[in-house]
Each structure stands twice: as structure tokens, then as C-alpha cells.
């Protein structure tokens, strides 16, 4: 295979994969010793096949339906995601993001759910509405678009500023539908679009950054680096790195692993900083600062990751690292995560209103799909007791009579759309499928293993 140069991102002198830390309390070891250790019979007070069956029923017979009462575009192909709660259009406007997201949900249903015919259609016509309608070229995008594919947005006016997501997730959806079709083109579109994202990215003029409320207003983010970008990278990579070869790509994937386990690691409080200074340093003040939402979902690639290269020492270390983020990002009085804001040290603003004020959907999607596949290779009981606490309020507060669960919820679980960055109207086509895909993959296996820890050397490259 041809080697191609990526954009790579600067690395501290001295850094090795996995750094020391200080994890205050005492915690369970992490189990690394599995042999034929078995699953709990009742995870979330279900069978294991009770589970299953009621995950299949949720995507099946519920969320996908309601995608084609109009969310889905019949007409011209891809995704229109500002919805009313029936499922109508309430704005026609198609955003990269959601076409990219779209093409992964529906090549992974087709790859994995039976071949049906109509899921690879739907994947390759919104693959053929984002490409040709929104690609601009030298693997950079259209952040938006009308019904129809006239241009809405340009390449770097994505509704909060963070154009770099959909590139990625552009690259994501291609990247998915490669494995399936072979179309070499997508391969190259994918190769251009990691590269001029990481080109952005590097410079230190960049603008994709942004304040989600836990910096000072006059904190100015430009060239600031983002966890979350080493994050949906190691995602991209961790799938696309289980099917193609590019040495080049695993140097890559390598590095943001170890910006992610080392770099936004803060070792002295063992918490991760979302965001640096373009040099990688902390923000003046912020040391103490942590998104915790992200960095639960971010572990749970790494995780994948070291799955799939067979790093026991890296899998055991993101694995620790989960359930020190649940346990210090979870509300103990009214119950749910606080995924956005999580200070170390008290002070001004900093509230518990401001913490878990907003419970997002997405979170706790990655706190299930986490703690899940934590159970299926180690057997661990806190992962156990904590998917069931997890599953217990997230079904209960984000679930909603149409299949598609709500964006978010107040401290207390009622209903709160997050309208200060988003439109109420946008329902998710993205987190909440992919825990129902990669949840339902991860019950395959513990059933096919009947009841027993998935050994570690059995993983098949890479778990979806």
C-alpha cells in the first residue's frame, strides 16, 4: 500500500504511552486475569438475553422507524435532523455532521444486522448527497446545505464554530462505507479530509475551538487544543486501521493516544483537561477543569483501541481511568451525569446548578456503552453495579414515546433541550444509535460465549 504523510501534532519531549497517576481513594483492581470468569445472569435487572431483545426492540421497532416519517430524505438523499417530535421536518436545513453520522449508522446496520438492502441504500445515497453537495475540496466540506444541496454554510461555519467534527465524521461515515463497497474514492476522500482537518488544526490561528460555558467569557480559545479532536481521530483510526493498512495511520492513531493518556491527562489531580494551549500546555487556572462527558467517550475509544492493537497495559489504564470520571461526574443526590463541568477545587461559578444543571443524552449513551464493554472483558462488579445505575435513569428520563430520546434534562429529569448551543428541534441520528449497535455486538458476544468474559485475544481487530 501506497504511504502517505499525515499532519501529526506536537508531542511534549519526553512523554511515554502511559504516565504515572495519582488516583485519590482506594479502587477495585482492574481484572486482568479473566480466564473463564462469568458475566453476572442479570445485567440491569435483565437476562442477558432480556437485554438483548430489548435493545433490538428500541432500534428496530422504534428508532428507526421514526427516521423515515421524514427525517430521512427519500426525495434527494441524506439527513434533515431539525424534527418535531413526530417526526415531521420543522427546517430543512442538512448539516455535515448528520450526513456523516448517518452514512457509519447505516453501513454498520447493513454490515452487521443481515444485509439489508434498504439500510446500504440509505447509507450510499446520503453518502452521495454529502459528496456531491457538500465536499469543497482538498478534504475540506460544506458545514450546511439546503433540502435540495444548495450551500447553506461554508466550510467553517458550523453552528458553533467546531467545523473540525464533521470533516471527521464526514471521513467517519466513508470510512464505513469503504469496508463495505471498496470505492476507492471514499478511501481518498477520508485521506484528504484527516489531513486537512489536522492541517486546520495546527494552526495556530485556529478557530474551531469553543467555550461550552466552563472558562471565563474573555478566555480566548483561539489555537486552543480539544481532546475531543484526539478523540473522534482515535475513533476514525481504531475503525479504519481494523481494515486498511497505512503505517502512517497507526503513527497517528499512536500519537493521539498519547496526547490523550498523557498530554490533556493532568497527573497530579488524575482528571483530563479538555482543552490546552496550543502548545500543550494547561490554561492559567483551568488545571483543574475537566469535561467529563468527553472523556468517559474519549476512554471508551481508547479502550477500543488497545483492543484492537492488544495492549493489555493501555486497556487496563483507560479502564481505571472510566470509572474515576463516573464516579466523580455523577449527581448522588437526583442521580444522572454531569457531563459538562466538573471542577476540582471549589470557587466562584462554581456550582452544583452548573455541574449537573444540564444531563445530556449523549453522555450517558458513552457512560453505557463504557461500562458495558468494561463488563463483557473484565467481569469487574463496579462495572456491573454502575451500567445497571446508568441504564436504570437514562431509560428512564431521555426515553420518549417517538424512539428518539430527548437531548437533555435538568438536574431533577425533566425535559431541557439545549437551545443555548443548539436548536431544540435537532433530534440525534448519531449517539443514541451507535450505543444500541455497539451494545447490541457486545450481548452477541457475551451470549455466544455463554455467560462468560469475552477473552481479550479474541477480539477480531476491532469490536464493531
Known amino acids: 500500500m501506497e504511504r502517505r504523510t499525515f499532519i501529526g501534532s506536537v508531542i511534549p519531549a519526553g512523554a511515554s504511552l502511559l504516565s504515572p497517576s495519582c488516583a485519590p481513594g482506594k479502587q477495585e483492581p482492574v481484572v486482568t486475569d479473566t480466564g473463564a470468569r462469568a458475566i453476572p445472569d442479570h445485567i440491569a435487572g435483565m437476562t442477558l438475553a432480556e437485554l438483548r431483545e430489548d435493545y433490538r426492540h428500541r432500534l428496530f421497532d422504534r428508532y428507526l422507524p421514526f427516521w423515515d416519517r421524514g427525517g430521512y430524505d427519500e426525495r434527494y438523499g441524506g439527513f434533515m435532523c431539525l424534527l418535531n417530535d413526530d417526526g415531521t421536518v ?16 447505516y453501513s454498520m446496520l447493513y454490515r452487521h444486522f443481515g444485509n439489508d438492502p434498504r439500510y446500504l441504500d440509505i447509507a450510499q445515497r446520503t453518502r452521495d448527497f454529502m459528496v456531491g453537495h457538500m465536499y469543497a475540496g482538498e478534504g475540506t466540506w460544506y458545514q450546511r446545505t439546503h433540502r435540495d444541496g444548495r450551500i447553506k454554510g461554508g466550510v467553517r461555519e458550523d453552528v458553533i464554530g467546531e467545523y473540525f467534527y464533521g470533516w471527521i465524521y464526514a471521513a467517519e461515515g466513508l470510512a464505513a462505507l469503504y469496508r463495505i463497497t471498496g470505492n476507492s474514492e471514499d478511501l481518498d476522500l477520508v485521506r484528504e479530509s484527516i489531513t486537512a482537518a489536522l492541517t486546520a488544526y495546527d494552526d495556530p490561528g485556529y478557530k474551531g475551538a469553543w467555550n461550552y460555558g466552563g472558562y471565563d467569557e474573555n478566555v480566548d480559545f483561539t489555537g486552543f487544543r480539544v481532546q475531543g479532536h484526539s478523540m473522534v481521530i482515535i475513533g476514525l483510526l481504531t475503525m479504519l486501521l481494523s481494515f486498511v493498512d497505512d503505517p502512517e495511520l497507526e503513527k497517528l492513531a499512536a500519537s493521539h493516544v498519547d496526547l490523550v493518556m498523557n498530554t490533556f491527562h493532568n497527573p497530579d489531580l488524575d482528571i483530563a483537561n479538555e482543552n490546552l494551549r496550543h502548545d500543550y500546555t494547561r490554561v492559567p487556572g483551568y488545571e483543574d477543569y475537566m469535561f467529563p462527558g468527553h472523556s468517559v467517550e474519549t476512554l471508551w475509544m481508547v479502550m477500543f483501541e488497545a483492543l484492537r492493537r492488544q495492549d493489555r497495559g493501555l486497556f487496563d489504564e483507560a479502564v481505571r481511568r472510566i470509572r474515576r470520571y463516573i464516579e466523580i461526574g455523577w449527581d448522588y443526590v437526583f442521580e444522572g451525569f454531569g457531563d459538562l463541568h466538573f471542577w476540582v477545587y471549589d470557587g466562584p461559578g462554581r456550582t452544583l446548578e452548573k455541574r449537573f444543571g444540564v444531563k445530556s443524552m449523549w453522555s450517558h449513551t458513552e457512560l453505557l456503552i463504557a461500562t458495558l464493554h468494561v463488563l463483557e472483558y473484565t467481569g469487574a462488579g463496579w462495572a456491573h453495579e454502575w451500567y445497571g445505575r446508568i441504564h436504570d435513569y437514562a431509560f428512564r428520563v431521555f426515553d420518549t414515546e417517538y424512539g428518539v ?38 450481548l452477541d458476544r457475551m451470549i455466544a460465549n455463554g455467560g462468560k468474559v469475552t477473552p481479550f485475544e479474541q477480539v477480531p481487530g476491532h469490536p464493531g
Do not use: M
Not at 420543522?90 to 449508522?105: I, M, N, P, S, T
Not at 441520528?429 to 451507535?434: D, E, L, T
Open 90 to 105: 420543522a427546517d430543512e436545513e442538512k448539516a455535515l455532521w448528520y450526513q456523516g453520522r448517518a452514512v457509519w449508522v
Open 405 to 442: 430520546w430527548r437531548q437533555a434534562v435538568d438536574r431533577f429529569g425533566k425535559d431541557t433541550p439545549r437551545k443555548e448551543v443548539y436548536s431544540a428541534k435537532r433530534k440525534g441520528n448519531y449517539h443514541f444509535p451507535r450505543c444500541l449497535i455497539l451494545n447490541l455486538l457486545s
